[in-house]
């Protein structure tokens, strides 16, 4: 058997240099798809983390109902928007107590922006 | 296999491109891993959003609720008002007038009850609804604003209503019902309510929808379950538990005073007069419902038997149907 290797390696035998030629662009472009495929990766990653950290911050913001200065990444919507009550399919509103009949309920939206196209929303009473 | 090897080893043709044919396979393979995983973390990130977005819109409502229900008095007076018109004659014998059996001026004493809705804080500020001797049916009495703690008051102390949709609040017997006189067996009072908003940026409104039930005991006891109405099948849902502090006090004032006397054969053998008094007694009840959060919970974790839950879903960590502890 080891004879017959060592034989095989000192062989003159070999391929045309067209076959040669072909299985290195094939190779060549293997190795290129699989770098091009590993750097997007990564970017997609680092992207990935980058928002998550806007995300997280943005969210610690919104369950605190606050929104810090500078931070474009939550936004306070704040206007007459109110609440409304409808209580067994009635279509009419109804107030959670007597003293909001005559004062609504308003209130602020905390809105995060950090995940593109999935804004998430929490509200608060004025 | 052996001889498949030898065949090869003696073999005289190259194997470059069956190499680099592999060499491909291996990198496509490592290739789609990669970006996959990426994608799938990136995914992951937008998923988190949505869940979320479930778990703020339940949870600013259950702390809206909390905000706007916890601590806040709840008083409802009733004044039963009852008046008694006595004739009582006075006929002469010897040289004094003797009194007489008194009778009813109209045969019997005549009653009346109020029901005065009020949630007047100790300071004495808020609202103040007299629903008058015309009681109301729920829930489509016109005489009342519509105050969901307030309807919850009347609830707790005159009951659901009947068939008919209507609370016997001014009767003797709801007159007399305390918390206690409703008895601990008595069936959990349900409904449904939901929370809208009126915010118009695009999407806000229907991602904040929010669906509740309420389910109010005999012990008062007021449980309230709230999830997400977004119309996707994953429910998020909170159970806010109440308790009630209640308060009863009585009073009575009475008040009584001659209306007239009248004389009869003046001028004749037999004289008599008859004197009229009026006497009013007029009891007021004022029990006074304040209910605290004493827990808020995830699923029917902390809901008791009975409470109502999203129907179709699956609330319990574990499986199965939601039918509380």
Not at chain 1, 34 to 56: F, G, N, P, Q, T
Not at chain 2, 154 to 174: K, M, Q, V, W, Y
Not at chain 2, 235 to 252: A, D, G, K, N, R
């Amino acid at each position: 058997m080891e004879h017959k290797a060592l034989k095989k390696l000192e062989s003159q035998g070999g391929e045309t240099i067209a076959e040669l030629l072909v299985a290195l662009l094939i190779a060549a472009l293997a190795l290129t798809m699989l770098a091009s495929m590993i750097s997007s990766s990564s970017k997609v990653i680092l992207r990935s983390m980058d928002s998550m950290e806007k995300y997280v911050a943005a969210e610690n913001q919104i369950s605190a109902h606050e929104k810090k200065s500078g931070d474009d990444n939550v936004r306070e919507l704040e206007g007459d928007f109110t609440v409304t009550l409808h209580v067994n399919g009635n279509g009419d509103a109804w107030a959670l107590t007597d003293d909001r009949l005559e004062e609504p309920l308003k209130v602020t939206y905390y809105v995060a922006d950090a995940i593109k196209g999935k804004p998430v929303v929490s509200y608060a009473v004025k | 296999m052996t001889g498949k090897t030898m065949g090869k080893l003696r073999s005289r043709r190259g194997a470059s491109l069956l190499a680099a044919l592999f060499v491909f396979l291996v990198c496509s393979v490592i290739g789609i891993v990669v970006v996959t995983a990426a994608t799938a973390a990136a995914g992951r990130a937008s998923k988190l959003a949505e869940n979320d977005q479930r778990y703020f819109s339940v949870a600013s409502a259950a702390e809206l609720l909390t905000q706007e229900l916890s601590g806040k008095p709840v008083t409802i007076q009733r004044v039963k008002t009852t008046e008694e018109i006595v004739n009582t004659d006075y006929t002469l014998e010897g040289s004094e007038f003797q009194r007489g059996t008194p009778t009813y001026a109209d045969g019997y004493p005549t009653t009346q009850y109020l029901t005065v809705v009020s949630t007047k804080n100790s300071e004495g500020e808020g609202a103040e609804w007299d629903v008058g001797v015309d009681c109301y049916t729920f829930p489509d009495h016109a005489t009342l604003p519509r105050s969901f703690l307030t309807e919850l008051a009347i609830r707790l102390l005159f009951g659901a209503p009947d068939a008919h949709g209507e609370i016997a609040c001014n009767t003797e017997e709801a007159f007399a019902l305390g918390l206690a006189a409703r008895g601990s067996g008595a069936e959990a009072d349900k409904g449904e309510f939901d929370l809208s908003h009126s915010v118009t940026e695009l999407g806000i409104a229907e991602k904040l929808k929010i669906k509740g039930s309420y389910s109010l005991h005999s012990d008062g006891t007021l449980i309230l379950t709230l999830w997400n109405d977004d119309g996707d099948d994953d429910i998020f849902s909170l159970v806010l538990t109440m308790q009630p502090e209640f308060q009863e006090t009585e009073s009575t004032d009475v008040t009584a005073g001659l209306m007239g006397r009248t004389w009869h054969n003046l001028f004749e053998a037999n004289p008599y007069y008859t004197e009229t008094e009026k006497t009013t007694t007029i009891v007021t009840k004022t029990a006074t419902v304040t209910w605290k959060v004493i827990g808020i919970g995830e699923s029917s974790d902390v809901a008791p038997a009975g409470a109502l839950t999203p129907e179709g879903s699956d609330l319990t960590p574990g499986g199965g149907e939601s039918e509380g502890t």
